[in-house]
C-alpha cells in the first residue's frame, strides 16, 4: 500500500493518484498471493484503493488489440466479462477480508471493513478500454452501458456502487484519479 500521489501502471494504462488516495496494486499484495497459494485457480483484481470516504476495488480491461481472441468478452449478450469481473471480485474480496482479520496492516483493515460495512461506500470499478473506430463518446456509450448492466446484475450480491469507465467515457468520475494511455514499445 502507498499513499498518493501515486502513479502505478496496469498493462498501457497510466493511473495517476492524488494525495486524496491510498492504493495497493491488489494482484501483486501478500494477501492475494497468500489466497492465490492456499486456494489455486483464485482470481485477482488489480488495485484496491481507499479514499477518505470510499473504497474502491478497480480491475483493467484493455481490448485495442486482440480483436479476434476477445471477440466473446467483448459481445456483452454474452455476460462472460461480467461474470470474469465478478468472480475476481469475488475472490478479492475473500482475500481482503482474510488480510483484514488475520493481519495488524491497518490498510488491509480498513478495506475489509469496507467491503463488509453497509456504511462504507464501496465501488467497484471496470476501467475498459475498447477502441472507438472513430466514435464520438456519445457513441460509445449504448455498447458500454450494455456491458455496465451485465455488470451490475453479476456484482449485485456485493450492495456496491457499479462503474464501468474509461478514457473517453465516463473518464472523470473518480475524484483524484486520472488515467492515460502509454504508448506502445516501438519495435
Not at 473504497?55 to 481490448?63: C, G, M, Y
Not at 456509450?141 to 456496491?160: D, F
Amino acid at each position: 500500500m502507498t499513499r498518493g500521489p501515486l502513479e502505478l501502471k496496469e498493462k498501457r494504462q497510466r493511473f495517476a493518484f492524488d494525495e486524496r488516495w491510498q492504493v495497493a496494486k491488489y494482484d501483486e499484495e501478500s494477501p492475494c498471493k497468500a489466497l492465490q497459494r492456499l486456494l489455486p485457480g483464485s482470481k485477482a483484481i488489480d488495485f484496491c484503493g481507499r479514499t477518505p470516504d470510499a473504497v474502491f476495488l478497480i480491475e483493467v480491461k484493455d481490448f485495442r488489440t486482440y480483436h479476434a481472441e476477445n471477440r466473446e468478452r467483448l459481445d456483452a449478450s454474452t455476460a462472460v466479462l461480467a461474470r470474469e469481473v465478478a468472480q475476481k471480485v469475488r475472490d478479492s474480496i475473500a482475500g481482503i477480508v482474510g488480510a483484514a482479520r488475520t493481519s495488524n496492516d491497518k490498510f488491509w483493515a480498513h478495506i475489509g471493513r469496507g467491503c463488509a460495512s453497509p456504511a462504507v461506500d464501496l465501488f467497484i470499478v471496470l476501467w475498459m478500454e475498447v477502441d472507438s473506430y472513430g466514435q464520438t463518446a456519445q457513441q460509445m456509450k449504448p455498447g458500454l452501458n450494455a456491458h455496465l448492466q451485465k455488470l451490475k446484475e453479476h456484482l449485485r450480491w456485493t450492495g456496491a456502487h457499479v462503474l464501468l469507465l474509461n478514457e473517453h467515457v465516463w473518464a472523470d468520475d473518480l475524484p483524484g484519479l486520472q488515467v492515460r494511455t502509454v504508448e506502445r514499445p516501438q519495435t
